[in-house]
T-cell receptor, first 115, second 118 residues
């Protein structure tokens, strides 16, 4: 089954404790992306990756890091989480590269609470 | 700047009513793509439709229909005879080119919460 898998689905942690949210897709997609969803703000892009070792900032990259060492995986790293990063996070992938013509496949979301 | 506006924050209807969710976008691209996604209470994002800028035909899928009008930069979504299961947040999105790299990214509206009561 084609899917995007995020882990963990839920996490409560404390300020400053490094965490990683994993994202893996089994569709051999080149494009992957991270979004955060906040009330009243919709989904905003954090980082995206066009291919292995090719990443770029989205609209709200501050406080986040990503890596793309393999095509299937695109982890989101919070080196020193802060309460303003409490949010619902989505990973997505797409078969497209330069032009997003196809719908993105989304993971089920990760709800992070930073105390 | 390219953006997507969903002015309706929340809409409440009674089952069987028709409801239209508005989406207005801004872009300088001549070729672009628009999308609608549904987010039910369970939280996942479900793709509903994609429309490219060269195809202005309206589309109907069961009780769902979409009205794309380039002249008014709108891509509205209508649910006919709404049902309780239609209760969800609906997002409109536009693909745009990143100013940094020229690569495309998806820009979402802020969403419209639809509440359908029995």
């Amino acid at each position: 089954e084609a899917q995007v898998t995020q882990n963990p689905r839920y996490l409560i942690t404390v300020t400053g404790k490094k965490l990683t949210v994993t994202c893996s897709q089994n569709m051999n997609h080149e494009y992957m992306s991270w979004y955060r969803q906040d009330p009243g703000l919709g989904l905003r892009q954090i980082y995206y990756s066009m291919n292995v070792e090719v990443t770029d900032k989205g609209d709200v990259p501050e406080g986040y890091k990503v890596s793309r060492k393999e095509k299937r995986n695109f982890p989101l790293i919070l080196e020193s989480p802060s309460p303003n990063q409490t949010s619902l996070y989505f990973c997505a992938s797409s078969p497209d590269r330069a032009r997003l013509t196809q719908p993105q496949h989304f993971g089920d979301g990760t709800r992070l609470s930073i105390l | 700047a390219q953006k997507v506006t969903q002015a309706q924050t929340e809409i409440s209807v009674v089952e069987k009513e028709d409801v239209t969710l508005d989406c207005v976008y801004e872009t300088r691209d001549t070729t672009y793509y628009l999308f609608w996604y549904k987010q039910p209470p369970s939280g996942e994002l479900v793709f509903l439709i994609r429309r490219n800028s060269f195809d202005e035909q309206n589309e109907i899928s069961g009780r769902y229909s979409w009205n794309f009008q380039k002249s008014t930069s709108s891509f509205n979504f209508t649910i006919t005879a709404s049902q309780v299961v239609d209760s969800a947040v609906y997002f409109c999105a536009l693909s745009e080119a990143s100013m940094n790299t020229g690569f495309q990214k998806l820009v979402f509206g802020t969403g419209t919460r639809l509440l359908v009561s029995p």
